[in-house]
């Protein structure tokens, strides 16, 4: 492993869930794609990029992330310096090729299968520490951790970890052992239809057995086939041998179809010798075994049969018998056992010697000339494919497009919600006509920059949306919506009637149990709170047990503040931020800017700021406001307190205690 690796996994780890950023089994076989086909895989990760930034509101260096990509397919096995192996195409070609990855980062990865058979024997659930004690050292802790993460095996949390069992059970049970010639050889009948262009799967079958040596049956799982091939040296697949094996196989082909075109017209002159028996031969005369079904002994019979009532037809296409599951050596042992019958069987064909001159058969004659007409067309066809075969290494990536479909569909809602700059410009058909005449009064002036306003206004872009417009928004969605965490929160250093024109939708949302919680500034006028007493409090004072006011000002050099001392002459600080949250990040919205909850930031003052639904970008606007809030815990302000509105300024709590 490069020594930069840990430190690069670092940079791409993230926190909660623990994972590298930009990594993930669709992303792998994208970059595996661009090795494919000669493409950047700068350019084929940039899907996978930009769904990335909406799922997790951040971003990476792209170096970096195509740095890991990089590492993993010559880590995985996946490529072989600049070369696609044979694990890398079993992969390319595959219509499902997350599951493979996962099951070859398993074979692959040093320690992964140990950490994820400790894990699969526990709950879908563990706390943290458990996954933790299984972590050795920086390899595992900075790579091997988040890299299971980002595979899909689990969800790392700070205090738990979420396991997908199924997923890991499925990359375990792959991890089993066989003969390396049958794992290449169940590997090459997966790539080989992409790598050349025929089509007959008995025609690829023979080119995998000319290839690896290897005859194969039933077919194996995909995932399996990829998990052993892992576990073995890379397999360079070379163009000049397919294209020689192909070569091979047509003239085997061609050697074929003259003895079976010859089969169609045997020759009279050398007739096969006809035997007497004691008694003619019966079905009871084919001896019974384990290797032959009654259907197999009826067909035995009635080869024999056939054969003895057409002497030319010396020598048979072995195949008529073969296809019917009898081996050419079983087929042998049993023709030979029946009275009066000598025969050889080999290079294809049955040849005989004797047959009885009886036999309680049918003739098979007509069924067999089909068989022979048909197996020298399919030869035929097999001979015309092989004969122009292009040979394509590496194959074109089979689920180039799926794969950042997928990635894109495993887009939560909230991740691609729309946000939008949200805005205070003075509106002259919002304001109304007296407003604005009082506004421009004889001013030429302002006529013309109340023409302007009123012409931008009619044609501004469609992704902007004023203040008022998104507030009403905000407070409709726990209204409209099945909101969970029932919380408003509400950060404005100032305020002024307008919570009045907002107070019925606060109240409904009272009324359907929302916790409204306001953080202000401190070193407030009395004044300043009778005007929120009188515009929100006490409209809502039904509600009172289920509203907070809590306030956050704080001196840059910390004293013991006097009545006798001048405020306006130590160095304050204080809420400044402007931010409206509701509900959770997955369910609710956030709306921040430089806009106070007054009149003047609503109508007036142009002001600008963001409205979004998003996700991870609700939950960092929540983060913030509630950090914040937890430190202002000492200053809370109770309802009944501002029933009785202090003549004199507020201080800090921190200020006024010995």
């Given at each position: 492993?490069?020594?930069?690796?840990?430190?690069?996994?670092?940079?791409?780890r993230?926190?909660?869930?623990?994972?590298?950023?930009?990594?993930?089994?669709?992303?792998?076989?994208?970059?595996?794609?661009a090795?494919?086909?000669?493409?950047?895989?700068?350019?084929r990760?940039?899907p996978?990029?930009?769904?990335?930034?909406?799922?997790?509101?951040?971003?990476?260096?792209?170096?970096?992330?195509v740095?890991?990509?990089?590492?993993?397919?010559d880590?995985?096995?996946?490529?072989?310096?600049?070369?696609?192996?044979?694990?890398?195409?079993?992969?390319?070609?595959?219509?499902?090729?997350?599951?493979?990855?996962?099951?070859?980062a398993?074979s692959?990865?040093?320690?992964?299968?140990?950490?994820l058979?400790?894990c699969?024997?526990?709950?879908?659930?563990?706390?943290?520490?458990?996954?933790?004690?299984?972590?050795a050292?920086?390899?595992h802790?900075?790579v091997?951790?988040?890299?299971?993460?980002?595979?899909g095996f689990?969800?790392?949390?700070?205090?738990?970890?979420?396991?997908?069992?199924?997923?890991?059970?499925?990359?375990?049970?792959?991890?089993?052992?066989?003969?390396?010639?049958?794992?290449?050889?169940e590997?090459y009948r997966?790539?080989?239809?992409y790598?050349?262009?025929v089509t007959d799967?008995?025609?690829?079958?023979?080119?995998?057995?000319?290839?690896?040596?290897?005859?194969?049956?039933?077919?194996?799982?995909?995932?399996?086939?990829?998990?052993?091939?892992?576990?073995?040296?890379?397999?360079?697949?070379?163009?000049?041998?397919?294209?020689?094996?192909?070569?091979?196989?047509?003239?085997?082909?061609?050697?074929?179809?003259?003895t079976?075109?010859?089969?169609?017209?045997?020759?009279?002159?050398?007739?096969?010798?006809?035997?007497?028996?004691?008694?003619?031969?019966?079905?009871?005369?084919?001896?019974?075994s384990?290797?032959?079904?009654?259907?197999?002994?009826?067909?035995?019979?009635?080869?024999?049969?056939?054969?003895?009532?057409?002497?030319?037809?010396?020598?048979?296409?072995?195949?008529?018998?073969?296809?019917?599951?009898?081996?050419p050596?079983?087929?042998?042992?049993?023709?030979?056992?029946?009275?009066?019958?000598e025969?050889?069987?080999?290079?294809?064909?049955?040849?005989f010697?004797?047959v009885?001159?009886?036999?309680?058969?049918?003739?098979?004659?007509?069924?067999?000339?089909t068989?022979?007409?048909?197996?020298?067309?399919?030869?035929?066809?097999?001979?015309?494919?092989?004969?122009?075969?292009?040979?394509?290494?590496?194959?074109?990536?089979?689920s180039?497009?799926?794969?950042v479909?997928?990635?894109?569909?495993?887009?939560?809602?909230?991740?691609?919600?729309?946000?939008?700059?949200?805005?205070?410009?003075?509106?002259?058909?919002?304001?109304g006509?007296?407003?604005m005449?009082?506004?421009?009064?004889?001013?030429r002036?302002?006529?013309?920059?109340?023409?302007?306003?009123?012409?931008?206004?009619?044609s501004?872009?469609?992704?902007?949306?004023?203040?008022?417009?998104?507030?009403?928004r905000?407070?409709?969605?726990?209204?409209?919506?099945?909101?969970?965490?029932?919380?408003?929160?509400?950060?404005?250093?100032f305020?002024?009637?307008?919570?009045?024109?907002?107070?019925a939708q606060?109240?409904?949302?009272?009324?359907?149990g929302?916790?409204?919680?306001?953080?202000?500034?401190?070193?407030?006028?009395?004044?300043?709170?009778?005007r929120?007493?009188r515009n929100l409090?006490?409209?809502?004072?039904?509600?009172?047990?289920?509203?907070?006011?809590?306030?956050y000002?704080?001196?840059?050099?910390?004293?013991?503040?006097?009545?006798?001392?001048?405020?306006?002459?130590?160095?304050?600080?204080g809420?400044h931020?402007?931010?409206?949250?509701?509900?959770?990040?997955?369910?609710?919205?956030?709306?921040?800017?430089?806009?106070?909850?007054?009149?003047n930031?609503y109508?007036?003052?142009?002001?600008?700021?963001?409205?979004t639904?998003?996700?991870?970008f609700?939950?960092?606007?929540?983060?913030?406001?509630?950090?914040?809030?937890?430190?202002?815990?000492?200053?809370?302000?109770?309802?009944?307190?501002?029933?009785?509105?202090?003549?004199?300024?507020?201080?800090?709590?921190?200020?006024?205690?010995?």
């Amino acid at each position: 492993m490069p020594e930069d690796i840990p430190s690069v996994s670092t940079e791409l780890r993230t926190q909660s869930p623990e994972r590298l950023w930009g990594l993930s089994p669709e992303s792998i076989y994208s970059a595996l794609a661009a090795e494919a086909t000669g493409d950047s895989v700068h350019k084929r990760l940039e899907p996978h990029i930009r769904a990335e930034t909406l799922r997790t509101n951040d971003e990476r260096e792209l170096d970096q992330v195509v740095e890991m990509h990089q590492w993993l397919l010559d880590e995985l096995g996946l490529v072989n310096g600049e070369e696609v192996t044979l694990l890398g195409m079993v992969v390319l070609t595959s219509e499902e090729p997350q599951p493979l990855i996962r099951a070859v980062a398993v074979s692959r990865l040093q320690s992964a299968e140990m950490v994820l058979r400790s894990c699969v024997d526990v709950d879908e659930n563990i706390p943290r520490r458990e996954l933790d004690s299984l972590i050795a050292d920086e390899w595992h802790e900075f790579v091997l951790a988040p890299l299971l993460g980002s595979l899909g095996f689990m969800t790392i949390f700070p205090d738990s970890v979420d396991l997908e069992i199924e997923r890991i059970d499925s990359s375990l049970t792959a991890q089993q052992s066989t003969s390396s010639g049958k794992t290449i050889a169940e590997a090459y009948r997966r790539v080989l239809p992409y790598i050349v262009d025929v089509t007959d799967e008995s025609s690829l079958d023979d080119l995998v057995s000319g290839l690896t040596g290897t005859k194969l049956n039933e077919k194996e799982s995909t995932v399996g086939v990829a998990a052993r091939l892992a576990s073995l040296p890379s397999v360079a697949v070379e163009e000049d041998q397919i294209t020689e094996v192909v070569s091979e196989q047509r003239r085997e082909y061609e050697g074929e179809f003259d003895t079976i075109r010859s089969l169609l017209t045997p020759s009279t002159e050398n007739e096969v010798a006809r035997v007497e028996t004691e008694q003619p031969i019966e079905i009871d005369d084919i001896p019974e075994s384990d290797a032959l079904d009654a259907d197999t002994r009826d067909t035995l019979l009635n080869i024999v049969a056939t054969v003895a009532a057409h002497p030319d037809l010396r020598t048979l296409d072995v195949t008529f018998v073969t296809k019917r599951g009898v081996t050419p050596y079983i087929l042998y042992q049993t023709l030979s056992s029946i009275p009066g019958v000598e025969c050889e069987v080999g290079d294809g064909v049955i040849e005989f010697e004797s047959v009885p001159e009886e036999v309680e058969g049918d003739d098979f004659r007509e069924e067999y000339t089909t068989h022979l007409i048909e197996r020298c067309s399919t030869l035929k066809s097999r001979i015309d494919e092989l004969s122009n075969v292009s040979v394509s290494i590496p194959p074109e990536p089979v689920s180039a497009k799926s794969v950042v479909t997928r990635d894109y569909e495993s887009l939560r809602d909230g991740d691609v919600e729309p946000a939008y700059f949200t805005y205070t410009l003075i509106d002259p058909g919002a304001l109304g006509e007296k407003k604005m005449n009082d506004y421009v009064g004889k001013s030429r002036g302002l006529g013309q920059e109340r023409a302007r306003l009123r012409r931008w206004h009619e044609s501004r872009p469609s992704g902007l949306r004023s203040y008022t417009e998104m507030t009403d928004r905000l407070f409709s969605l726990g209204l409209e919506r099945e909101i969970e965490d029932k919380v408003l929160r509400i950060m404005t250093p100032f305020d002024d009637d307008t919570f009045n024109e907002y107070v019925a939708q606060i109240r409904r949302l009272l009324n359907h149990g929302f916790e409204f919680r306001l953080l202000t500034r401190h070193t407030k006028e009395s004044w300043e709170w009778e005007r929120l007493q009188r515009n929100l409090l006490s409209e809502i004072k039904e509600h009172r047990d289920q509203v907070t006011v809590r306030t956050y000002s704080r001196f840059k050099e910390h004293q013991r503040v006097t009545s006798d001392m001048d405020l306006r002459k130590i160095g304050e600080l204080g809420i400044h931020g402007k931010l409206q949250t509701i509900g959770a990040p997955e369910e609710g919205a956030a709306l921040l800017g430089s806009a106070n909850f007054m009149e003047n930031s609503y109508d007036w003052n142009p002001e600008c700021g963001v409205y979004t639904e998003r996700t991870q970008f609700v939950e960092a606007a929540i983060e913030f406001f509630d950090i914040v809030w937890d430190i202002s815990a000492a200053d809370e302000i109770s309802t009944e307190r501002l029933q009785e509105i202090p003549d004199r300024k507020l201080v800090p709590t921190y200020y006024t205690q010995g």
